[in-house]
């Protein structure tokens, strides 16, 4: 086989590794996000962050996530005598747009999958209702 052709095969198969990659991710939105506003409302609004609580997501550019979601037991049982605890969850699971919303698909059970994350360029925000129920979370990127 001639060099150039030996070449021209390696950069053929280069650019179709390169082409499989990141097909369905935006350009740039890789990276790890933080919820820098995250409050709860029951009833009254609760700074989830102020209680202690967090959560942080990485997205990676396999379409893969890291991350964990901590909620404090004061959050969720206000005023409770036996608390039954931290509500913690594992974020790892994978991510996706559809159309310009951001999905996570994750084993745990949480309001964070399956529901439509909007971006504004410079992170991406959540507002769930369930019943008398409202979260909003907005992460930042990091």
């Known amino acids: 086989m001639s060099r150039t052709f030996k070449q021209l095969l390696v950069l053929t198969g280069l650019f179709a590794l390169t082409a499989c990659q990141d097909t369905n991710f935006p350009e740039g939105m890789a990276g790890t996000y933080v919820a820098t506003e995250f409050t709860i409302t029951i009833g009254n609004v609760v700074d989830v962050l102020a209680a202690g609580g967090s959560l942080e997501i990485t997205l990676n550019h396999n379409g893969t996530t890291t991350g964990s979601l901590l909620i404090p037991v004061s959050v969720l049982e206000p005023g409770e005598t036996n608390p039954s605890g931290d509500f913690t969850a594992d974020l790892a699971g994978t991510w996706r747009f ?13 309001f964070v999958r399956d529901q439509a994350w909007e971006g504004d360029g410079n992170g991406f925000w959540l507002r769930f209702t369930k019943g008398t129920t409202e979260i909003f979370v907005y992460l930042s990127r990091q």
Not at 98 to 110: H, K, P, R, W, Y
């Open 98 to 110: 559809v159309g310009d919303s951001l999905f996570f698909i994750q084993e745990a059970d949480t």
